[in-house]
Each structure stands twice: as structure tokens, then as C-alpha cells.
T-cell receptor
Framework: DTEVTQTPKHLVMGMTNKKSLKCEQHMGHRAMYWYKQKAKKPPELMFVYSYEKLSINESVPSRFSPECPNSSLLNLHLHALQPEDSALYLC????????????FGAGTRLSVL | KNQVEQSPQSLIILEGKNCTLQCNYTVSPFSNLRWYKQDTGRGPVSLTIMTFSENTKSNGRYTATLDADTKQSSLHITASQLSDSASYICVVSAGYNNDMRFGAGTRLTVKP
């Protein structure tokens, strides 16, 4: 199983809502990543978890809050988002941080109204 | 300034033709270089990964090359198919944390 599963596939939320994006992998990978991707741009790294500890936070606003409950799960909690936060949010995992094939999920298409 | 530069920005070729995409990087110390294919609206899919000691790696009709001395990589696509239409992204890992630096991608369109 080389799948990274992201839910939901699509999400529409208002600026006052609280929502969460979920990501799951069962490949035994110890590194998990959140990326934000705008149209026609490459993915931008947001967070990296290595062995369930936050390893990298690329100066992401606090309205995005990551959580890694266990080695298979990664969440991204959203609160008080802005319209400019609308994007494709991608989750990925790899054997270790920066090593091995990085498997991406299909993404969550987020629209903030 | 982006430390991973890809060229061309976009490319249109006819089905069955070959093409080569370029990736130049300045990040160091180098750890590995990856090429990804991303279809519109989907997550990227890994094509190849190369470390310092590897100078060529193939995956079907995709062949990646790496010159660690000149810090250049290329992705050659042979006998292109319509399904090759996608964005191709070069990612270089470097440093103690293997920080990944993404290129802006090349948008390839294969026409019948």
C-alpha cells in the first residue's frame, strides 16, 4: 500500500469557521508533510513532522495548526482563514525527512469565502 | 532568488516526439534530487530520485540525468504520449535537515 489518503477532497468554509484536514498513511513512514499549492505554482512547504515531532514550520500563520496524533495520522486545523488561503493542500509522507520516495495524497481543494 | 531553476517554463510538443526538461540548482550541501509529475488538480507523483553518486536513472520512458559538478539535471521523455501532459517539478534536498527546495516546474503539453 503506497497510498496517502486525504480527506475531505473538497472543503468550502467561511472566515469564521473551524475545520480540519486529515491525512493518513500506513507505509510506516516517519516523516509527514503539509504543503500549500496555488494554481500554476509548485507546492510550498508548510510543516514537516519527523517521528511525530514538528521539525519544520515555514513561518506559517497561526490560523493553521498542525497536529500529529500518531505515526500514521496528520491533521491540519484551520481557524479564521482568509480568502487568500484558498488553495490545494497536499499531504505527503516519506521514510525519513528528506529521504526516500515522497508519496503525495490527492489533496484537499479548499475555498475560503 | 530561487535556488532551483527549471526551464523551459512551458513546452508544447507533438505526440510521439522526445523532449528534455532542465533543472539547475545552487543548494548545498546536496543530498538528493527528485523529479515529480503532477497532473492538474492532483498530487505530485515521484518519477526518479538521484543521489550524489548517480548520474542517470530511468523510469519507463522517463530518464533523468544528474551532473553534481555543474549542479544540473535533466529529464528526458521519449516517445511522448498525450498522458504526459502535466507539470514536471524538480526538487533538491540539501543540508542537515534535508530541506527540500522546489523548482517552479515546467508545464508540458503534448498535442495529437
Amino acid at each position: 500500500d503506497t497510498e496517502v489518503t486525504q480527506t475531505p477532497k473538497h472543503l468550502v468554509m467561511g472566515m469564521t469557521n473551524k475545520k480540519s484536514l486529515k491525512c493518513e498513511q500506513h507505509m510506516g513512514h516517519r516523516a509527514m508533510y503539509w504543503y500549500k499549492q496555488k494554481a500554476k505554482k509548485p507546492p510550498e512547504l508548510m510543516f514537516v513532522y519527523s517521528y511525530e515531532k514538528l521539525s519544520i514550520n515555514e513561518s506559517v500563520p497561526s490560523r493553521f495548526s498542525p497536529e500529529c496524533p500518531n505515526s500514521s495520522l496528520l491533521n491540519l486545523h484551520l481557524h479564521a482563514l482568509q480568502p487568500e488561503d484558498s488553495a490545494l493542500y497536499l499531504c505527503a509522507s516519506s521514510q525519513a525527512q528528506g529521504f526516500g520516495i515522497q508519496y503525495f495524497g490527492a489533496g484537499t481543494r479548499l475555498s475560503v469565502l | 532568488k530561487n535556488q532551483v531553476e527549471q526551464s523551459p517554463q512551458s513546452l508544447i510538443i507533438l505526440e510521439g516526439k522526445n523532449c528534455t526538461l532542465q533543472c539547475n540548482y545552487t543548494v548545498s550541501p546536496f543530498s538528493n534530487l527528485r523529479w515529480y509529475k503532477q497532473d492538474t488538480g492532483r498530487g505530485p507523483v515521484s518519477l526518479t530520485i538521484m543521489t550524489f553518486s548517480e548520474n542517470t536513472k530511468s523510469n519507463g520512458r522517463y530518464t533523468a540525468t544528474l551532473d553534481a559538478d555543474t549542479k544540473q539535471s535533466s529529464l528526458h521523455i521519449t516517445a511522448s504520449q498525450l498522458s504526459d501532459s502535466a507539470s514536471y517539478i524538480c526538487v533538491v534536498s540539501a543540508g542537515y535537515n534535508n530541506d527540500m527546495r522546489f523548482g517552479a516546474g515546467t508545464r508540458l503539453t503534448v498535442k495529437p
